[in-house]
Structure formats: structure tokens, C-alpha cells
């Protein structure tokens, strides 16, 4: 096979793994360096062969064209080329018979689609294996404290809520009544159900004890309707880990209606909660 048929082979090949280790890693490095560098390393292989040392040369040198001589980013951005090309070549490898006598084109053609075919499955996988983690991290065991109540909440770390009350601005959660519905008083409860949205600054309904905790928040709907919600300010609301941490002071609504939260949670938590973990 011709040496520039050899040296645009391995280009294709290292241009793909470039190209997935700059997205997967988020390292924002322009095409045309990618392309350079797949190039380079490629131009080195054909002119040194294959011998291990080569090879490895030839991989620190396509790194630090590409990523780099920042160290952070070369050593992520090395091991990722290191998965990506033990996986496409891999790939390349198990289907070779397949096409041993087949046409340079082809063969280039070929190549490229495999290659670029099988890091797209791989990215794919770990996106979601990261999103995964990321999901698991934002679920904390917490405690939630009210006066001489103290309550066990299964919380999520909501990214998009940032639900503040307009006075102080203090964040605002939301936790699902039946999670708490066990450990509330009775006349809270009462109170609870027996304030009107219609009316909502009228709270004598409420014991005197917890009256000084209720907050009156204006919520806009999705149709971008007003409405109010009601919120309590709890004392202190503790995330439950190696480490026992208090998130900022704030509020939380009880929502009555019994709709789920996501990752079967017993409370949605303020984005700044993330702060805290």
C-alpha cells in the first residue's frame, strides 16, 4: 500500500479520536489544529513504523499539538485518547476480514465510518453514565427542622429551581406533603389545608407558634398566571453525608398535591444547595 494511502488512514484514525477526546472532554480546540496533529502523528507512523517506541512518540506528539502543553488538559486529554483508540481499533480490528480485499477507497471509507461510528455509541454511553453520576450526587439524605419537629427527607438538588422569597431572598424548596404529613402537628395541618389562595395574607388560621415562620409567595404559573403559595422558614434544614453540613437559611412550600419529584425524592432543593456538597 502507497505511503500517503497509509499516512491519510491513520489521519482519518487519529482525526476521529482527536475529535471525540475535544468533545468529550470539552477542551474547545479548533478543527484545524485537530487535523494537524492527526496528520503529524499519522506522517510519523509511516516514516518510523510501528515499533512501540514509535508509537508512543508519535502519541505524545499528536497530544501536545492538539491539547496542548498544560498538563491538566494533556493528561485528560491522553487518557481519553488512549479509551477512544483501544475502542475504535478494537472495532477495526474485529471487522477487518471482512473487507481484506477490498478497493484503498473503500477501505479509507471504511475506516472513518467504523472508527467514527464506534466513538458516537462510545460517547453516547458515557454521557449518559455521567449524567448518571451526576444525578446520583445531586440526591442527599437530609433533615429538615421546624421548632421541636425534626424530619428525614430523601432530597434532589434541582438545578432549575431557583424559587427565591422576595422580601430576603432566601432560597425556597419545595417538599412533597405526604413525605412529611407523619411528623406534622395536627393544627398545622388544619392550617394548612384550611388557608385560601384567594385570601392569601389571612393567616390567623395558623398556630401562633409556627405564624412568625409562614412567608406568602407570589409564584408565576406556566400559563404566566399570579399565584401564591404558602412557605414556612425552617430553623435549620442539614445535609446528612460524611459530613454533617446546614444549607443556607431559607423556606420551603408543601406541595399538597401528590405528584412526584424526580429521583423519587421526598423534596426539591435550591440550586444553591449545590454550595453545600
Known amino acids: 500500500m502507497y505511503g500517503e494511502v497509509m499516512i491519510l ?17 470539552y477542551m474547545q ?3 484545524m489544529r485537530l487535523i494537524i496533529s492527526a496528520f503529524l502523528a499519522g506522517i510519523w507512523i509511516v ?12 502519541f505524545i506528539l499528536m497530544i501536545t499539538t492538539a491539547f496542548g502543553l498544560q498538563i491538566r488538559k494533556l493528561w485528560k486529554g491522553a487518557l481519553m485518547c488512549f479509551v ?29 465510518v467504523v472508527a467514527t461510528a464506534g466513538l458516537l455509541l462510545l460517547k453516547n454511553r458515557l454521557q449518559v453514565a455521567r449524567g448518571d453520576t451526576l444525578q446520583q450526587r445531586l440526591v442527599q439524605l437530609c433533615e429538615l427542622r421546624l421548632r421541636d419537629i425534626t424530619i428525614s427527607l430523601k432530597c434532589f438538588i434541582d ?3 431557583t424559587t427565591v422569597e422576595p422580601l430576603s431572598g432566601k ?3 419545595f417538599v412533597r406533603y405526604k413525605a412529611i404529613e ?24 395558623f398556630p401562633e407558634e409556627y405564624r412568625k415562620k409562614v412567608a406568602v409567595i407570589p409564584i408565576t404559573t406556566v400559563q404566566e398566571k399570579k399565584t401564591y403559595s404558602l412557605a414556612l422558614r425552617y430553623d435549620k ?35 444553591t444547595a449545590l454550595y453545600h456538597i
Open 159 to 161: 438545578t432549575g429551581n
Open 237 to 271: 434544614w442539614l445535609i446528612m453525608d460524611e459530613d454533617t453540613r446546614p444549607i443556607s437559611p431559607g423556606f420551603f412550600i408543601i406541595t399538597i398535591q401528590n405528584t412526584p419529584f424526580p429521583q423519587e425524592a421526598d423534596a426539591i432543593l435550591h440550586f
Open 47 to 58: 516514516i518510523f513504523g510501528h515499533h512501540f517506541l514509535m508509537m508512543v512518540i508519535a
Open 29 to 31: 480546540q479548533k478543527r
Open 9 to 25: 488512514i491513520n489521519a482519518l484514525f487519529n482525526y476521529v479520536i482527536l475529535s471525540f477526546t475535544n468533545s468529550i472532554c
Open 182 to 205: 407523619h411528623s406534622l402537628p395536627e393544627n398545622l395541618k388544619m392550617a394548612l389545608f384550611r388557608w385560601d389562595v384567594n385570601e392569601p395574607y389571612d393567616l390567623d388560621m
Open 84 to 112: 477512544a483508540a483501544l475502542f475504535a481499533g478494537g472495532l477495526f480490528t474485529a471487522f477487518e476480514p471482512l473487507w481484506i480485499n477490498a478497493s484503498v477507497l473503500t477501505l479509507l471509507i471504511i475506516s472513518g
Open 171 to 173: 432560597p425556597v424548596h
